[in-house]
């Protein structure tokens, strides 16, 4: 079962910043943080991941708590592309854990024009 | 850049018949995955394969289903006798290691079974 809160939807008007929050009060110590989002039944696509540090890459940022039990993704200049479900996964860096993903029900984001 | 191809993109068959749904992961990837959403839930994990022999399995996938690397590139789902409840998109996904690597997913084929 996914180990992931999600809010269900949010909406964000386009040229703002889009922040989708996740709980994972349950992470262990050796799992990383996992973003993906699914746009109208396309493959899922990989954002950015993350342990405990922030991170950012060319499409998201990714925040960490200290006490890592819960993140937000930003999408700092959200466009009318970027409507999609967006996934928070938790997942293992090593062998004491499955190596699949499993996916919650995600965030709906609606990106309004 | 490199991605993950599947074909056909959209396939019908009647109940009872099989299916063979086909995966080309990326060149170099080494573990391979499919999985499964019926319309409307959630994105299922069905199997994982490496070094041409099942790692992982879910529940959903029993003996009708079965996967197969033919040769060096292509990577296959095997639906034996399809039920109406294997309506579905599947997903192949590839990736070079398990665990630190992030999973690449294929546009997914929609399976309908009538």
């Known amino acids: 079962d996914a180990k992931t809160t999600q809010p269900p939807s949010m909406d964000c008007a386009e040229g703002r910043a889009a922040n989708l929050p996740c709980n994972h009060s349950?992470?262990?110590?050796?799992?990383?943080v996992y973003w993906y989002r699914q746009i109208h039944s396309q493959g899922p696509q990989y954002i950015i991941h993350?342990?405990?540090n922030n991170e950012t890459n060319e499409m998201a940022s990714l925040i960490i708590t200290e006490d890592r039990k819960s993140s937000t993704l930003i999408l700092p200049h959200a466009t009318l592309r970027d409507t999609a479900v967006y996934y928070c996964?938790?997942?293992?860096?090593?062998?004491?854990?499955?190596?699949?993903?499993?996916f919650g029900t995600g965030t709906r984001l609606t990106v309004i024009p | 850049e490199p991605e993950v191809t599947q074909t056909p993109s959209h396939q019908v068959t009647q109940m009872g018949q099989e299916v063979i749904l086909r995966c080309v992961p990326i060149s170099n990837h080494l573990y391979f995955y499919w999985y499964r959403q019926i319309l409307g839930q959630k994105v299922e994990f069905l199997v994982s394969f490496y070094n041409n022999e099942i790692s992982e399995k879910s529940e959903i996938f029993d003996d009708q289903f079965s996967v197969e690397r033919p040769d060096g590139s292509n990577f296959t789902l095997k639906i034996r006798s399809t039920k109406l409840e294997d309506s579905a998109m599947y997903f192949c996904?590839?990736?070079?290691?398990?665990?630190?690597?992030?999973?690449?997913f294929g546009p997914g084929t929609r399976l309908l079974v009538l």
């Open positions: 996904a590839s990736t070079l290691e398990p665990y630190q690597e992030t999973q690449y």
């Open positions: 349950t992470i262990s110590g050796n799992e990383y």
């Open positions: 993350g342990l405990k």
């Open positions: 996964i938790v997942r293992p860096q090593d062998q004491t854990g499955a190596n699949n993903l499993f």
